[in-house]
């Protein structure tokens, strides 16, 4: 079921099998459409609710906020759940998606009884720190769509990523110039975000899902996991950053598995 929030657009696809809920966090650039695969795993084990991060996918009516910022994207999730009356719920995010949560961990922590990141990110390693450095020199020459793309092919670069690139350059085309340029804009503050956010260990159970391949994002993950042990990381072989789309049903399984175990410690 699809419904227009006062804020955020979002879906929610509700089970009598299980009271727990799972909310769906998707990075820059795109929509609920990227956990489709999830969606077509979880429903019916679980209630999902999936939200379009205002900007993106249909969440396109909200007024402009000069304070704009994760803290402000993760208070409209926030937001939703109480709309919809959702004390807690287990979070999934991708990409730039674990930022959100971790500021929604931070702010309501009461909220959340699980974190499962898919590419999760945790620090401005060398190649990220070129990356946000890049992005923002040729903001000022390229449109940002095309800048979008440029991005999908430098964190997707091989073949079997190909999927996974064409879900992220199709959802952020959906994105006009103004609201990518915000969204751009985060990137001068991601150095200092990541070391607010990630200097102590995230409080909650917390499963990071890597791709092998992921080539700018799993050693900061690797790093993270090795200074907080009891943070569990599991990598997918011949897999990039968006693992939650390229190899769906391997992530699908291992996000299940961490659930239900911590499900059945409440029973």
């Not at 227009?4 to 609920?32: C, D, R």
Request: glycine share 6%; charged share 25%; hydrophobic share 45%.
């Amino acid at each position: 079921m699809s419904k227009p929030n006062s804020i955020l657009h979002y879906e929610i696809h509700h089970t009598q099998e299980h009271e727990a809920w799972m909310v769906f966090v998707h990075g820059a650039g795109g929509s609920v459409r990227t956990w489709q695969k999830q969606v077509d795993f979880f429903k019916g084990k679980f209630n999902l609710l999936l939200i379009d991060l205002r900007d993106h996918g249909k969440s396109k009516h909200l007024q402009p906020d000069s304070d704009f910022g994760f803290e402000l994207v993760g208070n409209d999730v926030i937001d939703v759940m109480d709309s919809l009356e959702i004390d807690e719920a287990h979070f999934i995010g991708v990409s730039m998606g674990s930022i959100v949560i971790r500021h929604i961990e931070l702010l309501t922590p009461e909220r959340v009884t699980s974190v499962v990141l898919a590419g999760g990110i945790f620090k401005m390693s060398r190649k990220i720190k070129i990356l946000a450095f890049s992005a923002r020199a040729l903001s000022a020459i390229l449109p940002f769509q095309l800048l979008y793309q440029v991005f999908a092919v430098v964190l997707l670069p091989r073949n079997n990523h190909s999927a996974s690139r064409r879900v992220f350059i199709r959802e952020a085309q959906k994105l006009k110039d103004q609201e990518a340029k915000k969204w751009f804009g985060l990137l001068k503050k991601l150095n200092r975000t990541l070391k607010d956010l990630f200097s102590k260990k995230i409080e909650v159970p917390c499963l990071i899902v890597m791709g092998e391949q992921d080539h700018v994002f799993l050693q900061p993950a690797r790093d993270y996991v090795e200074k907080y042990g009891e943070v569990l990381l599991e990598t997918i072989d011949r897999c990039g950053h968006v693992c939650n789309i390229e190899r769906a049903a391997e992530f699908n399984q291992r996000c299940f598995s961490f659930i239900l175990k911590l499900e059945q410690r409440t029973v």
